[in-house]
């Protein structure tokens, strides 16, 4: 309750350069879940470079569905918040400013476009900013293959995972210490002398904390999802093996959580082969580990056996970007960034400057991000139909640059005929 109240007060400050649409209604949390009204504000930040192209595209096609589906009965309020160039021009310089972070959490769900990571002048990414801000603790990237998609694998049909990746911990937390400075000496000389631990004098030190706080609350996120979706296993990944107190804690930490949280449900694989003769029984759900080499392996080699997949942040990092290519890569790969409640959707990829304002870039990756931002306020009628609308605007060859070089006989538009050709397709 002191949450909801908390956020009730937010909502009456304020905003210097937002504006909260008259029309549309503010989503809110009740009883721990998501209220959401049939005129929602939802949040959108343009992004840099070919942001504006991808955006008014998305756009044009997330508000055709809303209306071909529910007819005027459900639509978006779409409101501006600022990050990036476009909040540097509008505030001074500041382009991550605070009343960002604050509709963020006042509104709870945003899509983004991609922001700059200014170079230099200690600029931390924007990106990493956010999730740290708004403790975004949950990355996840449904990875899966869309008919006449160009590909690298003989059956990409057999790609279809959602990849759960902590976002707070891990290497990430920029504990890292230069060679030969006063503090990687420090600690050096703390881990040699007082600690026992044997290294080679001057190295770099980086450190790697990862708690069962961290670790639990990300894997209940993903069985969470896989049992509300329908998916048959979960696979924790990790490099147990080398690391035990920290990746290996992650496997332990999620077979405990899922035998005291999910008892009665959850079936490990000794007990598939043990009791069921390796048939998942009907509304039991899988719960594996593999250890993360093997795993770049399993999903090239038998992709099938994979379903929803929760990894620490490095694995998960390395993970979503290569499976993603099994299906075409980054101008598809949607994205979301999960807190309890405030999620922010997003293009995988950067800004690909050298493409920006010329209309020609794939907006997939945007477009898809869409799609799971409808799912999560719960309009899975206009998600569905975005996707099949998609689904066949590839499949008649009508395609951007990117992907029209790898196929034959593409027909090759710009972002905005590509919006087009979908809209039509709805
Ligand atoms: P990038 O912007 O993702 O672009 C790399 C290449 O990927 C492009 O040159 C293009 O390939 C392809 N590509 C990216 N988006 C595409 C799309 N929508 N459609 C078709 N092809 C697409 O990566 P980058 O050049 O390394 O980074 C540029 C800036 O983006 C940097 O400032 C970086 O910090 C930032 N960035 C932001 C985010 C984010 O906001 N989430 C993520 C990554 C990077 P071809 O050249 O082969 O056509």
Redesign the pocket.
């Known amino acids: 309750m002191a949450h909801e109240q908390a956020h009730e007060q937010a909502h009456e400050q304020a905003y210097e350069h937002i504006t909260v649409p008259a029309v549309g209604e503010r989503i809110t949390v009740r009883e721990g879940r998501l209220a959401v009204p049939d005129n929602p504000i939802l949040m959108w930040i343009e992004?840099?470079?070919?942001g504006p192209d991808?955006m008014t595209a998305s756009k044009r096609i997330w508000d055709a569905a809303a209306q071909k589906v529910y007819g005027g009965q459900r639509k978006v309020a779409w409101m501006e918040v600022y990050a990036g160039d476009k909040a540097a021009g509008l505030y001074d310089g500041n382009y991550f400013p605070d009343e960002t972070l604050d509709a963020l959490r006042d509104f709870y769900v945003g899509i983004?476009?991609?922001?700059?990571?200014?170079?230099g002048g200690g600029f931390r990414?924007?990106?990493v900013a956010l999730r740290q801000e708004l403790d975004l603790y949950a990355c996840v990237r449904p990875v899966k293959w869309y008919p006449g998609i160009p590909s690298p694998l003989r059956h990409p049909e057999l790609v279809d995972v959602v990849i759960y990746r902590e976002n707070t911990e891990d290497v990430y937390g920029g504990i890292e210490y230069k060679a030969g400075s006063p503090e990687a000496e420090k600690v050096q000389r703390f881990l040699v002398e007082e600690m026992g631990a044997a290294m080679v004098p001057h190295s770099g030190i980086g450190i790697k904390p990862m708690s069962e706080f961290g670790s639990k609350r990300l894997i209940r996120k993903a069985i969470d999802y896989a049992l509300s979706s329908g998916r048959k296993s979960v696979t924790l990944v990790h490099k147990g093996n080398i690391q035990k107190y920290t990746e290996g804690a992650f496997m332990q930490w999620g077979y405990e959580l899922a035998r005291q949280e999910y008892a009665g449900v959850i079936v490990t694989e000794e007990q598939l082969y043990d009791q069921y003769r390796g048939q998942l029984p009907e509304g039991k759900l899988l719960i594996k580990d593999r250890i993360a080499d093997i795993m770049f392996q399993q999903m090239l080699l038998r992709p099938a056996e994979y379903d929803v997949i929760a990894t620490p942040n490095l694995n998960g990092d390395y993970l979503s970007d290569a499976v993603a290519a099994e299906v075409g890569?980054?101008?598809i790969a949607p994205?979301a960034n999960f807190a309890d409640y405030v999620a922010l959707f997003?293009?995988?990829?950067?800004?690909?400057?050298?493409?920006a304002n010329q209309d020609?870039?794939?907006?997939?990756?945007?477009l898809l991000s869409g799609v799971m931002m409808f799912d999560y306020i719960g309009w899975g009628e206009a998600a569905d139909a975005i996707e099949s609308a998609y689904t066949r605007t590839v499949e008649d060859k009508i395609v951007?640059?990117?992907f029209a070089r790898q196929m034959d006989e593409a027909h090759e538009v710009k972002t905005s005929d590509f919006a087009s050709a979908v809209i039509e397709r709805l």
């Open positions: 992004g840099d470079g070919i991808i983004k476009g991609p922001l700059t990571t200014p170079v990414s924007l990106n890569g980054v101008g994205g997003e293009a995988t990829h950067g800004t690909a400057p050298k493409y020609k870039v794939n907006p997939g990756s945007l951007t640059y990117d």
